[in-house]
């Protein structure tokens, strides 16, 4: 039965996508796990496009570019978040790549992180740094964006900054100077 199950050849399930790999049965779920084709989500608010992360990318440059901050690899970024906002969506300037600030608020404070639209295995990774500064104290997170297909506004935050509610300036925006380059 293993020998008729190893001969069986099948197609991966992101063919629709754009992925042509056809493999033995016991190979095809560790290459979906890695697939690049994955289908990744639009992540501007009420938009149900589906594509590759490439083409999720030109999709959201053609169609939602001026609600996004675009942002260079190895540069200091100030990005403002409001008090009461969720997210705010980073799209690079030279690379097909989308980012998403996340960020929760309660009487305590904001935690904030970064993710990658993109499949969960890409070979490319990215590291971020994030810092908020209220003159007399800075608080600075250092981590890796996570990949993520399919964010919504509603999905957990992973290894966050914590910034403590009187952190937050006057005008009930935060600072953030925010750091992406990509790993190598």
Same mark, same amino acid.
């Given at each position: 039965?293993?020998?008729?199950?190893?001969?069986?050849?099948?197609?991966?399930?992101?063919?629709?996508?754009?992925?042509?790999?056809?493999? %033995?049965? %016991?190979?095809?779920? !560790?290459?979906?796990?890695?697939?690049?084709?994955?289908?990744?989500?639009?992540?501007?608010?009420?938009?149900?496009?589906?594509?590759?992360?490439?083409?999720?990318?030109?999709?959201?440059?053609?169609?939602?570019?001026?609600?996004?901050?675009?942002? #260079?690899?190895?540069?200091?970024?100030?990005?403002?978040?409001?008090?009461?906002?969720?997210?705010?969506?980073?799209?690079?300037?030279? !690379?097909?790549?989308?980012?998403?600030?996340?960020?929760?608020?309660?009487?305590?404070?904001?935690?904030?992180?970064?993710?990658?639209?993109?499949?969960?295995?890409?070979?490319?990774?990215?590291?971020? !740094?994030?810092?908020?500064?209220?003159?007399?104290?800075?608080?600075?997170?250092?981590?890796?964006?996570?990949?993520?297909?399919?964010?919504?506004?509603?999905?957990?935050?992973?290894? #966050?900054?914590?910034?403590?509610?009187?952190?937050?300036?006057?005008?009930?925006?935060?600072?953030?100077?925010?750091?992406? !380059?990509?790993?190598?």
């Amino acid at each position: 039965m293993e020998n008729v199950l190893e001969s069986l050849k099948v197609s991966c399930v992101n063919n629709r996508y754009g992925c042509k790999e056809i493999l %033995s049965y %016991s190979k095809n779920t !560790e290459h979906e796990n890695a697939c690049i084709y994955v289908p990744c989500l639009c992540p501007s608010h009420g938009c149900d496009f589906i594509g590759t992360s490439a083409k999720v990318y030109a999709h959201f440059s053609d169609k939602h570019a001026s609600s996004a901050e675009h942002i #260079f690899f190895n540069a200091v970024h100030p990005i403002f978040i409001e008090k009461d906002q969720r997210y705010k969506i980073l799209q690079m300037r030279t !690379e097909g790549i989308l980012f998403i600030i996340n960020h929760a608020s309660d009487r305590g404070g904001s935690a904030i992180n970064i993710i990658c639209v993109g499949p969960a295995r890409q070979k490319r990774r990215f590291s971020y !740094e994030l810092v908020v500064t209220d003159g007399e104290s800075s608080f600075k997170l250092e981590s890796v964006a996570e990949s993520v297909p399919n964010w919504s506004e509603d999905s957990p935050l992973k290894k #966050f900054l914590v910034v403590p509610k009187d952190v937050v300036n006057s005008s009930a925006r935060l600072k953030l100077d925010v750091l992406i !380059e990509e790993k190598e």
